[in-house]
Every structure is written in C-alpha cells, then in structure tokens.
T-cell receptor
Framework: AQSVAQPEDQVNVAEGNPLTVKCTYS??????LFWYVQYPNRGLQFLLK??????LVKGSYGFEAEFNKSQTSFHLKKPSALVSDSALYFC?????????????FGTGTRLTIIP | EPEVTQTPSHQVTQMGQEVILRCVPI?????FYWYRQILGQKVEFLVS????????KSEIFDDQFSVERPDGSNFTLKIRSTKLEDSAMYFC???????????FGPGTRLTVT
C-alpha cells in the first residue's frame, strides 16, 4: 500500500520569505513523487516530479523539492514567496512498479502568503 | 498548451438518477484516469484506463460506476444510480506514458440531492 502524509493543514509565510510545505510518503517499492497545486475552482496543476537521479528537482513557478530517501520525505520549497503562491498544495506518490499507475494524494496544505 | 477539458462544470441530479461525466483528454495521451474529491477531503483515485480497458480500480469504483472511451477523443464516467455520497468534484486526468505526469482537467462538481 502507498500513502502520503502532509502534516500541516495550513502554512502561513510572509511575502519574500522562504517557504516549505512538508510531505512524507510510504511505498513498498521505489517512489515516484509529485507536487500539484490547486487554485480555487480549478483543477490540479502539475508542479514537479521526482523519479530518479538528482535529489533536488526544480519545477514550475520557481518551486523545487528535495527527495530524502532516509527520511522518506519530499518537501516543497521556494526561496522567496509571492502572494500569488497562495493556494492548496498536494503531494502525491505512486509506486514505480509497472501496472501501479494510480496516484495517492495527501490531504493537502493550504499555503497563505501574507503581504 | 494542450489541456484536459471536462463537461459539464457543474451537474445537479436527484438520487437514483444516472449521470455521465465527460472528459476530453490531451490528444496524444494513452492513459486515462478518474479521481474524485469530496468537499474538504483529499483527492481519491477511482479508475485508470488504458488500451480500451480498465487497468486498475479502487474500492470506491463499484458496480455503479463504469467508464468508456466511445470514440477517439472522449472519456466518460457513468454513475448508474447516484447516491447522496457521490456528491463530489470529479477530475479526469491523462498522461502519455505510464511514467509521465498526469494532467488534470478542471473538474465536474456533482451534486446529488
């Protein structure tokens, strides 16, 4: 079974400050990890993914995430937050084994950037 | 930029009625998915579809649900006899290969009264 935990329902950050949205995962095999963002009344937008290789992956809108195998974490980061980053962020995982295509999502973290 | 589209954006139906939710995946994608998000809860996988058949389904996807790709562009989710607890946002997604990221549509909000 695969699962994702996002321990913080809400994260508030002042504009211009660095932000971190936390995610930990559990899979039986090798993980394939994603971050998606959801704006009000919109679908999920892909931000970035980790399959293999460099533990630091860069994605859209200046976001990056660091894969840490020993801590089973994949935290989302940005060096300098913008008010427009305010949204709901979902971490997702799938087992990289062939045939297991479903994404398992965390409960989401609402990020609010304070001007 | 190509995107996944879904219709309708909002569907209201009475309990026991059949509904069909429609999706047009990105044109060169081969794998198709339905997910749902009950208000205030996390996004849950329903079903994946590849090569004209279901490749994986969740416990939620019982006999009341079915999927179809009736032509080369549409991908539909049918709920035969809706229940109150089927009220949710339903998202369609697609990707070009099983290891590619899934691209999501804007969703259909289903309200069962």
């Amino acid at each position: 079974a695969q699962s994702v935990a996002q321990p913080e329902d809400q994260v508030n950050v002042a504009e211009g400050n660095p932000l971190t949205v936390k995610c930990t995962y559990s899979v039986s095999g090798n993980p394939y990890l994603f971050w998606y963002v959801q704006y009000p009344n919109r679908g999920l937008q892909f931000l970035l993914k980790y399959i293999t290789g460099d533990n630091l992956v860069k994605g859209s809108y200046g976001f990056e995430a660091e894969f840490n195998k020993s801590q089973t974490s994949f935290h989302l980061k940005k060096p300098s937050a913008l008010v427009s980053d305010s949204a709901l962020y979902f971490c997702a995982v799938r087992d990289i084994n062939f045939g297991n295509e479903k994404l398992t999502f965390g409960t989401g973290t609402r990020l609010t950037i304070i001007p | 930029e190509p995107e996944v589209t879904q219709t309708p954006s909002h569907q209201v139906t009475q309990m026991g009625q059949e509904v069909i939710l429609r999706c047009v995946p990105i044109s060169n994608h081969l794998y198709f998915y339905w997910y749902r998000q009950i208000l205030g809860q996390k996004v849950e996988f329903l079903v994946s579809f590849y090569n004209n058949e279901i490749s994986e389904k969740s416990e939620i996807f019982d006999d009341q649900f079915s999927v179809e790709r009736p032509d080369g562009s549409n991908f539909t989710l049918k709920i035969r006899s809706t229940k109150l607890e089927d009220s949710a946002m339903y998202f369609c997604a697609s990707n070009s290969g099983s290891l590619g990221e899934q691209y999501f549509g804007p969703g259909t909000r289903l309200t069962v009264t």
